[in-house]
């Protein structure tokens, strides 16, 4: 299922941090993915998951 901003929330059972190889959580209000086990957020841009380090937020 796709959400309003066209992103596919079944994409995070095949996504992990490219970081900790953590799971993810889905932030739909900031279009972001969250790893907690990083303290990062990776941003959703145009329903696309930007997975590279340099491009996340520092959750600290």
Same mark, same amino acid.
Do not use: N, W
């Given at each position: 299922? /796709?959400? +309003? ?13 490219? !970081? /900790?190889? =953590? !799971?993810? /959580? ?5 279009? +972001?993915?969250? $790893? ?19 491009? =996340?937020? $520092?959750?600290?």
């Amino acid at each position: 299922m /796709t959400s +309003e901003h066209g992103f596919d929330r079944r994409m995070l059972e095949a996504l992990v941090c490219p !970081q /900790t190889r =953590a !799971q993810l /959580t889905y932030d739909a209000e900031r279009q +972001e993915l969250i $790893s907690k086990a990083a303290h990062l957020a990776y941003p959703i841009r145009d329903g696309i998951p930007i997975m590279l380090v340099d491009e =996340a937020r $520092s959750l600290d």
